[in-house]
């Protein structure tokens, strides 16, 4: 197994392409081919599953309306102009609580008013904050999975991270932001990392299934900050609920810009996706990632170390899961409660 075989269609060598361009012209002659037919056939299935999100969506919300299905026998023409109306005004709807108004932005955009601007951009600002989690979860399963890995745990790891990057948060006192803010973001990565190392390590020296411990591994790490909120060190003082103490300023992930809730910790994310695409890709772990996951057998033929790579794509894995439990609390909340989470982790796997 080389590594012309295990890189993706986008990146193989000139004579792959050549190759590919034989064959798109084999075809037919009107088969796009090359690079340009990569990358149209390569956007084809995420552009077919949009689409069809949106038909399966439409068609929900006019099976949901009783009054349009009782529309539908007694005048279809009526029935089928209400439920493009309601489909439209559905869509519509989530387009402005996602993103925001269009004519709102247009508008403060021409007048130019910071005010109304912020005000427009606040349903996308919100948007990102959401995304964040989101998106550093993601990376997490998709790099396991890489491995051949199903990280079916990146809650629990969010919750450790969580833990470590409050923790730091809270007990460095005095520190300039540059020194106390990479710290407290370590230490979420560090906390995931730690909770991805177990099923890792497990799974390379005794074969138990990754599932069933990062599974079981969540509900351990729920327990584990009830806990931990119940502990002087960790429990704000004077309160009898499970709270945590609060963050220092100085490890705060500030707002991209005053006035919106969208913060620096999505920097951190489109960070993340980038170094993460550019080990899995350009780096030698990341080809061994890879060919472990496709083919463990010829891998070991190699010369590779499966363990090392098993126990490795889960510590990092566990670490951007760890990162974006810091970004909950250095970003967000800057305090930590039992059942913050609505289940990043889990949306992360799809």
């Not at 489909?87 to 932005?105: F, K, Q």
Request: charge should be neutral; hydrophobic fraction near 50%; include cysteine.
């Amino acid at each position: 197994m080389t590594d012309d075989q295990l890189r993706p269609a986008w990146e193989q060598p000139a004579h792959d392409r050549a190759a590919d361009q034989h064959d798109g012209e084999a075809h037919g002659k009107g088969a796009p081919s090359g690079r340009l037919g990569r990358t149209l056939r390569g956007l084809l299935l995420p552009v077919l599953a949009v689409f069809s999100a949106f038909v399966i969506g439409g068609l929900i919300i006019v099976l949901t309306d009783g009054e349009l299905l009782g529309l539908w026998l007694t005048d279809p023409l009526a029935a089928l102009n209400g439920s493009w109306s309601a489909v439209i005004d559905a869509y519509g709807a989530l387009l402005r609580g996602s993103i925001g108004d269009p004519g709102r932005i247009v508008g403060a955009l021409v007048s130019f008013n910071l005010d109304e601007l912020k005000a427009a951009a606040g349903p996308l600002s919100e948007t990102i904050v959401s995304a964040t989690p989101l998106i550093l979860t993601g990376l997490s399963v998709a790099l396991a999975f890489r491995a051949g890995l199903f990280n079916i745990g990146a809650e629990g790891q969010l919750y450790l991270g969580c833990l470590f990057a409050i923790i730091a948060g809270f007990t460095f006192t005095g520190l300039p932001w540059f020194i106390h803010l990479p710290i407290a973001v370590f230490a979420g990565f560090l906390g995931g990392a730690l909770w991805g190392f177990i099923p890792g390590i497990l799974k390379a020296r005794t074969g138990a299934h990754e599932v069933i411990v990062t599974i079981m591994l969540n509900f351990v790490a729920y327990r584990l900050i009830d806990w931990a909120l119940k502990t002087p060190f960790v429990q704000r003082e004077g309160r009898p609920d499970p709270i945590s103490k609060v963050v220092e300023p100085s490890a705060f992930l500030v707002p991209l810009i005053d006035g919106l809730r969208a913060h620096w910790g999505v920097v951190i994310a489109i960070a993340a996706a980038f170094v993460i695409s550019w080990l899995l890709f350009r780096s030698t772990w990341g080809f061994e990632f890879r060919a472990v996951g496709l083919n463990p057998r010829a891998a070991r033929y190699a010369g590779m170390s499966i363990s090392w790579s098993i126990v490795l794509s889960m510590v990092i894995a566990g670490g951007l899961a760890g990162l974006a439990g810091a970004s909950l609390m250095l970003g967000g909340s800057h305090t930590l409660t039992p059942g913050f989470s609505p289940g990043y982790g889990f949306d992360g796997i799809t």
